[in-house]
């Protein structure tokens, strides 16, 4: 790459380009509702907006971008193995179970399917790993490497707008060469996303697997879901590639219609048999406000749909999860010496918040330097973990065993790169940091492996003081990888 980066622009070019962009974000479904407040004007959720986006790709490191994508397939087949590793879920959630009423009720299920006998043995995975760049301190930035944020084992979302940015990336550099010098941004370092063909691709899979002609997927949405056209473009891929059909429904919808077949225990949604059953909702505490929609979850579980996740997947999600695999010798009892060494190197610091003497140590650290470290409770979805003076609060608010459903993790620290975020129409200007996340799709019949592959990627971009990552949580925007 030569030149200054982001390209530097007059005014009236920042404004032309901004422009051609929204109009293809609007053009091509990189679009969000907007928040109610604004849809006033318009009846049955009519309005929309251009999803936030970058106005530029982003530059990532191509040796780190490879990286990730090689582990993918190995967490995709770990996360299965957890996942019939019946003494390690009971072992992990003891030291959940009183402290976390969302993972006991999660638990609570794993437990009464597994004594009723399970129905499917078939699983599918839609799996996202997370990663941002790490910078030794005094290290140079081209030093950078990946270090895992998390792994996402449910509703991993924006497999359906990130491929569309990338679009956008290379639409704005084939239209417009982004009114720069030529060399500053190439063609082949915009690389291909396949999150929308590899994410659908597997739920086809899935659904090749259960075989029943004229059945469905369901996909579980939340009310009143913003991000709904991330999750269309799934559904429209899976109608148009496969020919296969997809509802959307919630877990109140389900407790209300929804039955099970007595002779083969198959999940009927309004009279339509269900293949694969695929949640986009359902990893929150705020998903289950009543008791009908963890009657609607037990029901899915008990059916014998293919569920994406199911629930051993996602206990397997759970935060405690990453830090127990973290100690010494844990996931060489499922991987290979040397592919367990592979994923470790991506590892940051990961420490338990319990009552053994590392979970002591580590209460220690945090409370002597707080702006080192990040809290992480089990909770997907953006905006949960805690920094800096704010451990110190949640450490001392916390008594006893409360403090075990959280774990500790260093903070990543990644070197600040400058590019323009498009949020509402505005151009934001700044220094930002980018998380990146690659896909995989993963199906087990029970007894073999039918696929594992990567699915495309997700890179999201903040501004460099923010914390939390997420997108529909409002503190990103959705990006491309320039690779360099």
């Known amino acids: 790459m030569t030149g200054s980066y982001p390209p530097n622009l007059s005014q009236q070019s920042l404004h032309t380009l901004r422009e051609a962009a929204i109009d293809y974000a609007l053009a091509n479904g990189l679009v969000v509702r907007p928040t109610v407040d604004k849809q006033i004007h318009f009846a049955n959720n009519a309005a929309v907006t251009h999803a936030p986006f970058s106005l530029f790709p982003t530059p990532f490191p191509r040796r780190e971008f490879e990286k990730a994508q090689k582990l993918q397939t190995t967490w995709n087949e770990l996360i299965h193995h957890l996942s019939q590793d019946d003494a390690f879920l009971n072992e992990i959630m003891d030291t959940l179970k009183e402290v976390d009423d969302f993972m006991e009720r999660l638990f609570d299920i794993y437990k009464k399917v597994r004594s009723e006998g399970i129905k499917q043995k078939a699983a599918l995975g839609i799996h996202r790993c997370d990663y941002l760049l790490h910078l030794a301190e005094g290290g140079n930035s081209a030093d950078a490497i990946i270090q895992q944020v998390e792994y996402n084992t449910i509703a991993s979302s924006f497999g359906g707008l990130s491929a569309i940015a990338g679009e956008l990336h290379r639409f704005l550099l084939q239209a417009t060469d982004y009114e720069c010098e030529k060399g500053t941004i190439k063609p082949e370092n915009l690389p291909e996303n396949t999150s929308i063909s590899g994410i659908a691709g597997g739920i086809a899979e899935a659904y090749n697997l259960y075989n029943v002609p004229g059945s469905v997927v369901l996909m579980v949405i939340q009310p009143g879901e913003r991000n709904a056209f991330d999750q269309r473009a799934i559904e429209y891929q899976l109608l148009k590639k496969h020919n296969i059909r997809l509802i959307r429904r919630t877990l109140s919808d389900i407790e209300e219609r929804g039955q099970l077949d007595p002779e083969r225990s198959a999940l009927i949604m309004d009279g339509l048999e269900v293949a694969v059953t695929y949640f986009r909702a359902g990893y929150s505490p705020d998903d289950h406000p009543t008791e009908k929609q963890w009657a609607a979850r037990l029901l899915i579980e008990r059916s014998f749909s293919i569920k994406c996740p199911n629930i051993a997947y996602q206990l397997v999600g759970a935060k405690k999860v990453q830090q127990v695999l973290a100690i010494p010798g844990r996931i060489e009892k499922y991987l290979d ?88 129409g505005l151009l934001i200007q700044g220094d930002v940091i980018s998380e990146l996340g690659i896909y995989g799709a993963y199906l087990h019949d029970g007894e073999k492996q039918i696929l594992n592959e990567r699915a495309g990627h997700l890179l999201r971009t903040k501004g460099h003081g923010t914390n939390e990552g997420g997108v529909a949580a409002g503190f990103a925007v959705i990006d491309s990888p320039l690779l360099l």
């Open 337 to 424: 010496e040397s592919v367990a060494n592979e994923l470790r190197e991506s590892f940051a610091g990961l420490y338990p918040l319990d009552h053994t003497e590392v979970g002591q140590q580590a209460y220690q650290m945090a409370l002597a330097n707080p702006g080192k470290y990040v809290m992480k409770p089990q909770r997907e979805g953006g905006g949960n973990n805690l920094y800096g003076d704010d451990i110190i609060i949640e450490l001392k608010r916390l008594e006893g065993k409360r403090l075990d459903a959280y774990i500790l993790m260093d903070l990543i620290r990644s070197p600040p790169l400058k590019n323009i975020m498009v949020r509402e």
